[in-house]
């Protein structure tokens, strides 16, 4: 779920930082730039491990900072294709059940990947399973918010973001006047959504994959129908036993 990237950057030191010792310096800034961040096809930047190499540092006409290329090996948050992770609900939409690991939360479960028959509840705003009971009726297990719920990775999406521009100004907001509303309503909405740099797509379509309380549940009752079936023998025993007495 974790690995270890190995990175190379050129670490800009500015002068209000040089009373600290380069390698404190360095870190400092590489965390500052890396933590918390999604780098394209690598994956969400965790920490700092260490720094492998440390190149002269150099200073650039006009720039009183300093600058040095690093070679360092950062701690970065990217489960393998495959991998089984548990983490909670976090809401639920058409689209599917949307999962959070509490550091990150671009998890989703689409529906066509969840446990089958499965239907969406407009009322309770939940996925529900229809579990299949041997006498042929169906009983509703429902994936509500903030239950644990194990799933398998089955793809992972990286998008190229880009900083969204500043908005219109009145001057040239005059000069489109002759558009629709609806396409500048359209314009507007498209300019506003934000994509997740780092995408994970989870699947619980198969057994012991789900909300954890689903497969408890059903371990408890076969736990009690083994101990019923150990009594049983036992009291068949005690019985044979008393009778050749």
Known sequence: MFVLAELKDNVRIGPDQFNLKLVDAVRDEIDRKLANKVLLNVGL???????????????????????????????????????????KIRNCSREG????????????????????????????QAWVWEYPLEDGAKHDLFMDVGEPIKFRVS????????????PKT???????????????????????????????????????????????????DDEEEEDGEDNAEYDDEDGEGACEE
């Not at 059940?97 to 309770?124: K, M, N, Y």
């Not at 507007?188 to 994959?209: D, F, M, R, T």
């Open 170 to 220: 009145e001057g040239q907001s005059s000069q489109g006047a002759g558009t629709s509303a609806a396409a500048a309503a359209a314009a507007s909405a498209a300019s506003q959504e934000v994509k997740a740099p780092y995408k994970i797509i989870g699947a619980i379509n198969e057994s012991g994959l789900g909300v954890l309380s689903w497969w408890d549940q059903q371990g408890k």
């Open 97 to 124: 059940v949307h999962v959070t690991l509490g550091f990150f939360d671009d998890i989703l479960i689409p529906h066509a990947a969840l446990q089958h028959p499965s239907r969406f509840d407009e009322a309770e």
């Open 155 to 166: 793809r992972e999406i990286f998008e190229e973001t880009s900083p969204i521009g500043p």
């Open 45 to 87: 930047c965790i920490a700092l491990k260490e720094i492998v190499s440390l190149k002269d540092s150099i200073i650039l006409p006009g720039d009183g900072a300093s600058h040095t290329e690093v070679l360092f090996r950062y701690v970065v948050f990217r489960p393998m294709v495959g991998t089984v992770i548990t983490g």
